[in-house]
């Protein structure tokens, strides 16, 4: 694949023979061999399953897998009788069998009923429409980003399932591609310890006793005395859920455009027992300072919670990356994988992936983050596997974290408290940074078979202290209390990462995704761990020449000095021969409670490039923490200048800089020229207030 995600048309997909095309799944480049699962199918529903009598079919429901499409049981001998039964029944609008990869465990993925095929660039509509129309498939939509692909839908004309359609497209002359949209159980990396230590040591601590080592916190302390972030930096938390009635998620524009992909609003709260993950990696990244519980990396910047729906299809994938991106995300942290020994990235979730990290934050980029995962295994790579309980894993095994190792994406480790490679942590050549987290044994996820450890055991005791972080409010969630010190793995890491990102732009938020990744990876501590990994031996703790090490990418990712590079690059402003100025001092009233708002204009004749500006402001309001004002300039881009962090004030008369203001650093060297907007909202009801006046002064 190309680093846009971009299949290579010099790689032809693998000519299959007919025995092999319901056998073998082509994804990201890739041929997996697959066998069926004997006793379980999925189902669409033309309407909901609680309404149907429960003798129409001899079947046992299992699981939503995503809105409409319904896993269930049957017994094995029964499998084929109850699909057939199911694909003529007026209810049922799709039936699909459920697939295994063959020998690299117990990892299941389901179909839908799409599949992306790409042709080559010489092939016409006509010549399109004639391939899959013959197929049974119905043109859905393009695939932004990827030339000449497209989404189909398999309809009822379909003879065959989509993995059958996708292999024989796929070995047409005309086509590139052809790959089923397969949905696969998200994997959270992490199991919570049960040893208390209520010390947010990771962000900064003076070292001393024996869990401690000098310096392996982030230097979060120093950092801060530069910025604690700030609000128009957005952290987009990709999870399970977060408890939004937490304590440490409350305040002033602290939450941003959340999202429920699972419950389909915006409300991502949790609600079974086990939605306590998101809420922890919320609290490690921005968890607010407030004067009481903990306080995150990046505690001034927003929140953008968004609660996946737990598997990994294609438009799930889609529908994470493209809201955080469009609604304005400046990092996305994710603390989650495939459950699959080996997860090639379809090319939709690979271009869904790009277009968060290319056309994000007007074009800059969003920062995205993975976790590497916690099973001490390459990030992609092949190993030698032997003595995992039931031989669920054996012989040589290619181990892929599809998202981790996309070329968009940092991947993160973990180290200790002891500046040493956590014992879960994987690796690779695809490591970018690390982060602080706790020990234990290292472990894959299985759905079917539950949470197993990788032999061979571990057996001598592990050291290091856990990450004291938010969990759900009272009861429920990994502790009794609203804080939990029994949070680790790569999961926790990631956060920790994804805080010192949102710092570094909240000083200077015209850099590029690209040059964020830069100054972490420049600026990070080159911890080593000469020490033989406990389980398998491997001594990957040192760097190469390139200042790279398998085990911590480029380092433990330190706070002070990734903000302090990013502060010392800033673009200057080059000299100011001349200024232009206009006001606009016609009053307007602000609409209470209206998300609109209300925009005042002035108009700029100049061509040169702007080389400083200021916004002069002058509002009263009965209560200005309703208050958020954003300037957008004549080509669309916006800014924020003023988030709800004025409280009870009721004057407000600011002028907004270079200096007090960084965004607007993104206006520099751009034509003034056209029409600039003041945008001003009332977020919140009962009181109003008047626009009096503002002013724009532009240095050429």
């Not at 999202?259 to 998101?278: F, I, V, Y």
């Not at 070329?407 to 690796?427: E, G, H």
């Not at 056209?674 to 009962?686: F, I, R």
């Amino acid at each position: 694949m190309t680093s846009s995600g971009t299949p290579d048309q010099n790689n032809p997909a693998t000519r299959l023979s007919e025995d092999q095309i319901g056998s073998v799944l082509q994804r990201g480049g890739q041929a997996l061999a697959i066998q069926k699962v004997p006793d379980q199918f999925t189902v669409q529903f033309s309407r909901p399953l609680e309404t149907l009598p429960q003798a129409q079919l001899p079947i046992n429901h299992i699981e939503t897998i995503k809105p409409g499409l319904e896993a269930v049981e049957v017994a094995p001998h029964q499998l084929d009788k109850a699909m057939s039964q199911a694909r003529e029944s007026k209810a049922v609008t799709y039936a699909s069998h459920v697939y295994r990869l063959e020998g690299n465990g117990g990892s299941q993925f389901y179909l839908t009923d799409q599949i992306t095929v790409q042709f080559r660039p010489a092939v016409n509509e006509t010549t399109r429409q004639s391939l899959t129309v013959a197929q049974g498939l119905k043109l859905l939509k393009p695939l932004d980003g990827v030339p000449n692909t497209f989404i189909y839908q398999v309809t009822e004309q379909a003879k065959e399932n989509p993995i059958k359609i996708s292999n024989r497209l796929a070995q047409r002359p005309e086509v590139v591609l052809a790959e089923p949209n397969i949905t696969v159980r998200m994997q959270k990396y992490y199991r919570p310890k049960d040893t208390m230590y209520p010390k947010q040591w990771y962000l900064y601590h003076n070292g001393g006793g024996t869990q401690l080592a000098a310096n392996s916190h982030i230097f979060a302390e120093p950092a801060w005395e530069i910025t604690k972030g700030v609000r128009a930096i957005v952290v987009a938390i990709t999870d399970d859920s977060v408890d939004l009635n937490h304590p440490d998620f409350q305040g002033i524009g602290k939450i941003v455009a959340p999202l429920d992909l699972k419950g389909q609003d915006r409300l991502p709260l949790p609600e079974a027992a086990s939605d306590n993950h998101g809420t922890s990696c919320a609290g490690v990244a921005v968890a607010e300072e407030n004067g009481t519980g903990i306080v995150g990396v990046a505690p001034g910047c927003a929140l953008m919670p968004i609660r996946t729906t737990g598997y990994l299809d294609d438009e799930s994938v889609e529908k994470i990356f493209d809201w955080a991106w469009q609604q304005g995300a400046s990092v996305i942290s994710c603390s989650w994988g495939a459950s699959a020994v080996s997860f090639p990235l379809s090319v939709r979730q690979q271009a869904a992936v790009a277009r968060a990290a290319t056309k994000g934050r007007n074009g800059r980029g969003c920062v995205i983050l993975f976790a590497a995962g916690n099973a001490n295994r390459p990030v992609n790579s092949t190993l030698n596997e032997q003595g995992w309980p039931n031989n669920i894993v054996k012989g040589q095994v290619r181990w892929l974290a599809g998202f981790a190792a996309h070329p968009d994406v940092m991947a993160i480790s973990a180290s200790t408290s002891l500046s040493k490679k956590a014992a879960y942590s994987n690796w690779g050549a695809e490591i970018s940074v690390c982060g602080p987290s706790n020990n234990a044994p290292p472990g894959m996820w299985f759905p079917e078979t539950g949470y197993i450890s990788t032999p061979p055991q571990i057996q001598q005791p592990l050291s290091g202290l856990g990450v004291f972080t938010a969990d759900r409010v009272g009861a429920a969630g990994y502790d009794q209390g609203d804080f939990t010190p029994y949070f680790g793995g790569t999961s926790s890491a990631t956060p920790v990462v994804a805080g010192v990102a949102a710092l570094v732009l909240s000083v200077n938020p015209d850099l590029t995704a690209k040059e964020v990744r830069r100054i972490l990876q420049q600026t990070a501590d080159k911890i080593v761990d000469s020490a033989p990994d406990p389980q398998l031996g491997l001594q990957l703790g040192t760097y190469d020449s390139k200042g790279h090490s398998q085990w911590f990418g480029y380092g433990k990712v330190n706070a002070y000095e990734a903000v302090k590079l990013a502060q010392s690059e800033l673009s200057s402003p080059q000299q100011v021969t001349r200024r232009v100025e206009q006001a606009n001092r016609q009053p307007l009233s602000i609409p209470d409670n209206d998300s609109k708002g209300v925009s005042s204009s002035v108009t700029i004749a100049e061509t040169s490039t702007i080389q400083d500006i200021q916004i002069t402001v002058e509002i009263e309001h009965q209560y200005l923490g309703d208050i958020e004002v954003s300037l957008i300039e004549p080509q669309g881009q916006r800014i924020l200048l003023q988030d709800r962090t004025l409280g009870r004030q009721t004057q407000l008369k600011q002028t907004y800089t270079l200096q007090s203001t960084p965004l607007l650093h993104q206006f520099l060297n751009l034509s003034p020229k056209g029409t600039w907007k003041l945008n001003v909202t009332d977020q919140a009801a009962y009181h109003t207030g008047q626009l009096k006046q503002w002013i724009l002064n532009i240095g050429l």
